[in-house]
């Protein structure tokens, strides 16, 4: 089973054809969202079991994203240079290395070649770099779309052609990108246009063909996997496909994601899969997902429903800074990168420095924070002048409030002042500690409020700081 919801549905009806969707309940109440969020999960645990994150993944700072090469086919990092890379990442505090290698994928790439396709001795050396790579006690995941697909490859005529989706009136069903940004979006966008294809997520040859895929893939040395757009919204009307028509495309997802996710699990155990935007249909073994900056805004709701996700928040060491305070204080993993993936860690060292820090501080506070209950800012408030991310976490005997300045500007941090409802809880809290990046523990002074304690946190610009509350 899984758990997923939607409001959209799709329905296509023949002339005298009627349709009733499933039951809708509509409940009002006079709380806040929470009162609507707690009924939806205690729904979900009448009938859903959630995955169980490994620990050691919880408490992972997040990894890191690196070109090899581009869709253009531009060599950013050399292969040979890549033990030295994740020897500087372990001194991060990160042990995963996502490389994408764009020249071995078949869409969006110079060339018209196939997956996992080179000249053999570029192949050779990346096989033996992956395995120097994971010598070092480092995940090497990579991206890889699955659903894509374009005329002009190859193996369009081998394949692709008969497994691309149709629409309504039979034609192909063609998918191009206009809303990328900057001069990036032109590139994509034209380069799609000589025929990009949504191949057909229902299709049993696509479905044996992507579970096929996997196995090479982890065959080749790759541990974890990142699966490219593995949602397919989208309806094929295709009638010698093999599937009822239509095909509604996320359930077909839904039936090679899992089997897929399951192989790299068994491939190896703290291996894990990351899919692109917050869903959790595909199963146990997805571990974590990938989301872009607009959808962040829903982030917290998300969080708070299906506190057993682990969500990832995509950071540029050239435009993000001011938000890594918030992806850290949500218990997030860090997609990091710089210079759009061009660039690696050590070419910003105090960025470097920054992630070392925080490595450090998650995992000396895990047992409060994120292996605890999040709660987001129940019984919570928080009053600064300065923009401050705050998040509480219930881990029984204690709660954590993980905090994260996020000034976009020169200037930033202050005092912030956290009043604490402890009365939500049902417990007393007499005693603080202010955990900080730096790695010193001090003690605060907590004042008795109505229903409960307020606390003054001392935050500088952009730091990221732990409230123990026993």
Avoid at 19 to 37: E, F, K, L
Avoid at 76 to 105: E, F, N, Q, R
Avoid at 333 to 356: M, Q, Y
Wanted: aromatic share 12%; with cysteine.
């Amino acid at each position: 089973c899984h758990a997923a919801w939607s409001w959209v549905h799709q329905p296509f009806l023949h002339p005298g054809d009627t349709w009733t969707s499933d039951p809708v309940g509509i409940a009002p109440h006079d709380g806040d969202w929470y009162a609507t969020a707690d009924r939806l999960r205690a729904w979900l645990a009448t009938w859903w079991t959630p995955p169980q994150t490994p620990p050691e993944l919880k408490t992972h700072i997040g990894y890191f994203n690196l070109y090899a090469r581009d869709f253009m086919g531009r060599e950013y990092t050399k292969l040979v240079d890549l033990p030295g890379i994740a020897d500087d990442l372990l001194a991060c505090g990160i042990w995963d290395l996502c490389l994408w290698d764009m020249s071995m994928a078949t869409y969006l790439r110079a060339g018209t070649g196939d997956f996992l396709e080179d000249t053999p001795e570029r192949m050779a050396e990346m096989s033996a770099a992956l395995a120097a790579v994971r010598e070092k006690g480092l995940q090497v995941s990579t991206l890889v779309n699955y659903r894509l697909t374009t005329a002009k490859n190859r193996s369009w005529a081998e394949r692709a052609e008969g497994q691309v989706m149709k629409t309504y009136h039979g034609a192909t069903r063609y998918e191009n990108w206009s809303t990328c940004r900057g001069s990036f979006g032109a590139f994509l966008n034209s380069h799609l246009d000589e025929g990009g294809g949504s191949l057909c997520q229902n299709h049993p040859g696509f479905q044996q063909w992507a579970l096929d895929l996997t196995d090479r893939l982890l065959d080749f040395g790759f541990t974890s996997l990142f699966i490219d757009q593995p949602f397919e919204s989208s309806v094929c009307f295709d009638p010698d496909h093999g599937h009822p028509v239509p095909g509604y495309g996320h359930a077909g997802a839904v039936e090679w994601v899992s089997p897929a996710a399951a192989k790299v699990h068994a491939h190896d155990a703290s291996a894990y899969t990351i899919g692109e935007n917050a869903d959790i249909f595909t199963s146990q073994y997805i571990d974590l997902w990938w989301d872009w900056q607009w959808a962040s805004k829903r982030a917290d709701v998300f969080r708070y429903i299906l506190p057993e996700s682990l969500q990832s928040w995509i950071l540029d060491a050239y435009e993000h800074q001011h938000e890594v305070g918030k992806a850290f204080a949500l218990g997030f993993l860090l997609s990091l990168n710089v210079r759009g993936l061009e660039l690696p860690i050590t070419a910003e060292p105090d960025v470097a420095a920054r992630i070392k820090r925080l490595a450090g501080l998650r995992a000396r506070t895990a047992a409060f924070t994120v292996c605890g209950r999040f709660a987001d800012q129940r019984g919570l408030k928080v009053e600064s002048e300065s923009p401050v991310a705050a998040y509480l976490y219930d881990a029984g005997e204690a709660l954590g409030i993980i905090l994260g300045e996020r000034s976009d500007n020169e200037c930033g941090g202050g005092e912030i002042t956290l009043v604490l409802d402890t009365a939500h809880y049902g417990r007393q809290f007499t005693s603080a500690r202010l955990h900080r990046e730096d790695g010193s523990i001090t003690l605060l002074q907590p004042a008795a409020t109505d229903t409960g304690i307020s606390l003054i946190v001392p935050l500088s610009r952009w730091e990221c700081a732990v409230v123990e509350v026993r």
